[in-house]
């Protein structure tokens, strides 16, 4: 009887033999190998360019730049600084093409320790199932020489045999597939992160000095206490006996007045310890605000003069206002003479039938928001100017005929001298211009058909002066003279003229429909260089206008209390061109002889008409 046959056994021996004819003949190779191997032709599309050997052999350099093509060139973002809109300079090149977001787990930690714990426990099964792998293999290759042994030996291996393969098979199940232990979420937590790119910041400091300090100090004997105690004491005796002798009221009174007067010297004492402080901190926040302003008024020149015909314009720069002078007139304008920053403005009405309160504003450009000092007036300034010796000191005209003296150096806000009717006061308006009767007057000019607004003399010419009117125009003259020597109609009312201080023949005015007109006689005799709206035509209308005498720059004064500086083009303020060779001359006598070569041209003219 033969014996009988074991299919596992089977299985194995005949993958075993496939295995090795594999090795030994190799890969066979299917059928469809000669088409392979036969070569296949090309097809060429019928509108492919042809080319010929010098074109296919030319060659293209391509230049790879760290800029992304793709960036956008025309971002804008919102500055609160300047209140506008503005283009963004820098662009961010960088393009990212994979990005993964990730989070790391202490080792420490308990989800740390499972995670570890598990990746052990997959380690280990893999190295165990490759173990018994090999052990299998080994015993197939031992048993294949043995079949035939086996075959006619007897028949009570073979159950020995099966149970064997069949716990090996098992052993490898259950090794192949190791049990993980699910870790559950117990609080059903999904965690989501996003980048986003931070702005950069800017960093702006300032070093200064640090405050001078001084020690004081002082020793206290039981005498000097005593002392103290019993000059106390006096002193409170003293006032009983006062208060003894008063009525009741006046007691009241007195006690009231004592009260405010302890009150306010406290108040001050107080105010005047930081008040320095107070003022260095206010001009360095105003400068951080007002930076790009105080950066044109040092640094900006029109370059677009270079390209104009002798002509110009105006910078707005800083514009005064003061919430308490909102509806007064700027009724005078005056520079101090020794602090080139600082200027003083009078405030007012010309409507002579809607009289009212004045203010004296001192503003400095260093703190353009708020005025340096504040007096209040219950009569409408006219005019005022500075002393030359004594800059601190202020002179005002006001509308009820008083003149006062105000003295910037003592804290109270009172005039330290004023007129009264016993002292001899004027009766009328107190103008720029001194009215006398006329016996007293040198010369007389039939000059305008209106009021005169203003008169000023050439700050180079002695026998030079200028006047402008409500007629709309402005008159020069030659005061040895009778008629002006140039004569300019500017379509509205005149308010005020203003000689330029760097040079004999440059001059502005101001007229009621908003407008700024400066002249340079040198560069035009017959109109002005530079016409400029300033303020509104319909709502405002500019009354005063001054150049500072240091910098290249004019303020101007309207109806509504506002005070606008300017800054004059290069055009405005034209020097003499330097010669090879030769010095610029400069001086009041260059001024003087520029000034008379063009009053000469026109004394030589009026004889012939």
């Not at 080994?138 to 042994?149: F, I, M, S, T």
Request: glycine share 4%; proline share 5%.
């Amino acid at each position: 009887m033969a014996p009988k046959q074991l299919p596992g056994r089977q299985s194995i021996t005949v993958s075993r033999g496939a295995r090795k004819r594999d090795e030994d003949s190799g890969t066979e190779v299917g059928e469809g190998t000669d088409e392979w191997a036969q070569s296949k032709t090309t097809v060429r599309p019928p509108d492919q360019l042809e080319l010929t050997e010098a074109e296919l052999k030319e060659e293209f350099t391509r230049i790879l730049t760290a800029n992304n093509p793709h960036a956008p060139q025309n971002i804008v973002r919102y500055s609160f600084k300047e209140g506008t809109y503005k283009l963004i300079g820098f662009v961010n090149q960088m393009a990212i093409h994979y990005s993964q977001v990730g989070n790391l787990i202490p080792k420490d930690s308990d989800e740390g320790r499972r995670q570890h714990y598990r990746d052990e426990l997959v380690a280990g099964s893999q190295e165990s199932a490759k173990v018994v792998v090999s052990e299998t293999e080994l015993l197939e290759e031992e048993g294949g020489p043995k079949e035939a042994e086996a075959e006619t030996g007897s028949q009570t291996d073979i159950p020995a045999v099966e149970a064997a393969e069949k716990v090996a098979e098992e052993d490898l199940i259950t090794l192949k597939q190791p049990k993980e232990r699910k870790l559950t979420n117990q609080f059903n937590f999904s965690e989501r992160a996003s980048q986003t790119l931070n702005n950069p910041l800017r960093d702006r400091e300032c070093q200064m000095e640090p405050p001078p300090r001084t020690n004081f100090s002082a020793t206290a004997n039981q005498w000097e206490i005593y002392d103290a105690y019993v000059e106390e004491l006096e002193k409170q005796e003293k006032t009983k006996e006062k208060e003894k002798t008063k009525t009741p009221v006046a007691t009241k009174m007195g006690k009231m007045a004592m009260r405010k007067t302890t009150s306010m010297e406290s108040q001050s004492d107080d105010i005047t310890k930081v008040t320095q402080a107070a003022k260095i901190v206010e001009r360095m926040v105003n400068q951080n605000t007002y930076d790009d302003i105080a950066q044109d008024f040092k640094y900006y020149e029109d370059a677009a003069d270079e390209y104009r015909d002798q002509e110009g314009t105006l910078l707005p720069l800083w514009k005064f206002q003061n919430d308490k002078a909102k509806r007064l007139a700027v009724t005078a304008l005056c520079w101090n003479p020794k602090y080139n920053d600082l200027f003083a403005v009078g405030h007012g009405s010309y409507d002579f039938m809607k009289q009212s309160r004045g203010m004296l504003l001192l503003y400095s450009m260093k703190n353009p928001s708020f005025p340096e000092y504040i007096f209040n007036s219950d009569s409408g300034i006219m005019c005022l100017d500075m002393h030359v010796d004594h800059p601190y000191l202020v002179v005002v005209g006001h509308y009820d005929g008083n003149v006062a003296i105000y003295n910037l150096k003592k804290p109270h806000f009172q005039p330290a001298f004023r007129s009264s009717a016993k002292s001899g006061k004027h009766t009328d308006p107190v103008w720029q211009c001194s009215k006398s009767y006329s016996s007293q007057f040198l010369d007389t000019y039939d000059a305008h058909n209106m009021a005169v607004d203003a008169v000023s003399w050439n700050p180079y010419h002695t026998k030079v002066f200028m006047s402008c009117s409500s007629d709309w125009t402005v008159k020069i003259w030659d005061h040895t003279i009778k008629t002006p020597m140039f004569i300019y109609d500017l379509n509205s009312a005149v308010g005020d003229v203003a000689w330029a201080p760097y040079s004999s023949t440059v001059f502005a005015a101001v007229t009621t429909d908003g407008k700024t007109h400066v002249f340079d006689l040198s560069v035009n005799k017959y109109e002005a260089i530079c016409n400029q709206p300033v303020v509104a035509k319909k709502k405002n209308k500019i009354t005063h206008v001054q150049f500072n005498p240091l910098h290249p720059i004019i303020i101007v004064g309207d109806e509504r209390g506002h005070v606008t500086c300017l800054k004059l083009s290069p055009n405005l303020r034209k020097m003499p061109k330097e010669k090879k060779g030769q010095e610029v001359q400069k001086g009041p006598a260059v001024e003087i002889a520029k000034l008379d070569k063009l009053l000469n041209l026109v004394r030589e003219v009026k004889p012939k008409t």
